[in-house]
């Protein structure tokens, strides 16, 4: 457009003075959880992890078979599955994924290797929702497969990954347990940073919180994808986004990261 040489009325009307600076405009913020997604994939991106996506709408074959969860298996009951009815389909179960691991196996079925990999992405889990769990929420799992990838791989990997997240000194430690996908298997504990350890209703007085789980990939599960298990080894992990959110900011009740309540959102303008 173009300028007038004629000073505008408005401009020149008493009360405005243009040497005043503009209303400033609110500043905005990410939410907390892509924050501290986002601060995970750039810790594993240091060493190497690229990031793979996959559809959050999945078959039976990628969320439970492949992953040594043939049908009846008793470890399906441990995840509440949503599905998803479609009768024009043939047959096949689809669901909303529970885990991200059906990412891994998309990348496993490409045949290339070595693999190292992160997946990012919203689960679902039919859960009662309380101040610890919903029916949907965030995890991020990994994948590593090469030749002589050893369980002390997985240690180190997890261990720099806590002290670049949480700080150099937090505590941490391995229990066994067991993953069907897995073998050997172990959950991972920190030092609770709520209480400093001395015991809450976070860590259920401990002082110490479970903040993913991890284990060597079965051999079986390998070589479902034709992957000579001879040769190559690897591990996996997966954690739930909202803990580690909730530990890093001490925050006690889940649910406020799905509510949009602006004042809560507005105290993480400052972590972008």
Excluded at 116 to 142: D, L
Excluded at 231 to 256: H, N, P, S, V, W
Aim: glycine residues 8%; charged residues 20%.
């Amino acid at each position: 457009f173009q300028l007038s040489d004629e000073p505008s009325n408005k401009v020149n009307a008493p009360g405005i003075d243009l040497t005043l600076p503009g209303t400033p405009a609110p500043l905005g913020t990410r939410h907390p959880i892509s924050i501290v997604q986002n601060k995970i994939i750039s810790i594993f991106n240091q060493l190497g992890f690229s990031v793979a996506e996959g559809p959050e709408i999945e078959d039976d074959f990628h969320n439970f078979s492949a992953l040594n969860l043939p049908e009846n298996h008793p470890a399906r009951d441990m995840q509440d599955t949503f599905y998803i009815n479609h009768p024009a389909d043939g047959g096949t179960d689809w669901l909303l994924r529970t885990h991200t691991s059906s990412v891994q196996i998309r990348e496993m079925l490409k045949g290339k290797l070595p693999l190292r990999i992160i997946c990012p992405g919203r689960v679902y889990r039919n859960e009662t929702i309380s101040a610890r769990a919903h029916c949907f929420f965030n995890q991020v799992e990994g994948l590593y497969i090469a030749e002589n990838v050893s369980f002390a791989d997985l240690k180190q990997t997890l261990f720099y990954f806590v002290q670049e997240l949480y700080g150099e000194g937090t505590k941490v430690r391995f229990r066994p347990s067991y993953f069907p996908f897995t073998e050997p298997s172990a959950e991972m504990d920190i030092s609770c940073l709520i209480c400093d350890s001395k015991g809450c209703n976070v860590c259920k007085h401990t002082g110490w919180v479970e903040i993913l789980g991890s284990g060597m990939v079965h051999p079986k599960v390998l070589e479902n994808f034709g992957i000579d298990s001879n040769k190559y080894t690897g591990f996996a992990f997966g954690m739930g986004i909202e803990r580690i959110t909730m530990l890093k900011y001490q925050i006690k009740d889940l649910r406020l990261f799905s509510e949009n309540d602006v004042r809560f959102l507005k105290q993480f303008t400052s972590s972008v």
